[in-house]
């Protein structure tokens, strides 16, 4: 928690040192996307997912495959808790279903599922386009992937391709030969684990990708991992938004790191752009 704290305030420093941005790219993704005040409806559609979640007091047991939980003791775990301290923010969710709506990839692919809040923004962003986007989303524990499938069905969001399965045994073997425009980062987040999905995912890449890493400052191990995804010469544009990293690798634009904060007004957005 207190490496949480810190990288936090440092996050907020340098948040605060710059007074514009010098990327249209990015200058247009902050404005039109970060922050559009619209209301759209299916907010509420993402507001009553997390509600059902949060209302259910089963328990389950859970499987993970990946840098384990600062909060959970046991793997023994109530669906409510799982979804209040496991799962998007509702602000995030909001975001991300932008974030489709604004890019419009054809293809998604989520790397852990979990309970599916995340997977149903994607859901309801590729839903809303002319042409719905094809979603691909991974987990590898059963009993929340179940969870997630019931979720979504209740919704009318069952148009997601769930995948049961350990997220390299898929990453290497059908997920490389796809072209994917919008990759989400969800699952083990642990440097080793970040670092082997990026390299063997690079394959895909196109001038149009977009890839969201979830906790970039979860722990040392993972802000180490985000430091080499955004030296690595394919990547050029990079953006910290402390919960996620955000990966562009278009080919036309100079090599650029910024540090934005989403949840400020745009009178008072503050942006930094560092050196890497």
Not at 54 to 81: C, M, P, Q, W, Y
Not at 100 to 111: A, G, K, S
Request: proline share 3%; glycine share 4%.
């Amino acid at each position: 928690m207190n490496h949480l704290v810190k990288a936090y305030l440092k996050f907020l420093f340098h948040s605060k040192s710059e007074h514009g941005i010098h990327s249209p790219f990015v200058f247009d993704l902050v404005t039109k996307c970060f922050y559009n005040n619209s209301n759209y409806p299916e907010y509420a559609t993402l507001k009553n997912y997390r509600k059902t979640l949060l209302e259910n007091k089963n328990t389950i047991e859970v499987t993970d495959f990946g840098a384990g939980s600062r909060v959970f003791k046991s793997n023994t775990r109530f669906i409510s808790a799982i979804a209040k301290n496991a799962g998007i923010s509702s602000k995030n969710a909001q975001l991300l279903f932008r974030i489709v709506q604004y890019f419009q990839p054809e293809t998604i692919l989520e790397i852990g599922t979990s309970l599916g809040l995340a997977t149903s923004a994607l859901a309801l962003g590729a839903q809303s386009l002319d042409t719905p986007s094809k979603i691909t989303s991974l987990e590898g524990c059963s009993n929340t992937l179940n969870i997630a499938k019931t979720q979504l069905e209740n919704f009318n969001l069952d148009s997601v391709q769930l995948i049961p399965t350990e997220f390299s045994n898929y990453l290497n073997t059908q997920g490389k030969q796809q072209n994917w425009k919008l990759i989400y980062f969800d699952g083990n987040h642990s440097k080793t684990a970040t670092l082997a999905y990026f390299e063997t995912l690079l394959s895909t890449v196109t001038n149009d990708s977009v890839w969201i890493f979830d906790d970039i400052h979860w722990s040392k191990d993972m802000e180490e991992a985000w430091r080499i995804i955004q030296k690595h010469p394919k990547v050029t544009v990079t953006i910290d938004t402390f919960q996620w990293g955000m990966v562009f690798f278009r080919q036309e634009q100079l090599k650029e790191h910024f540090i934005i904060n989403p949840k400020r007004s745009l009178s008072s957005y503050l942006f930094k752009k560092i050196k890497i």
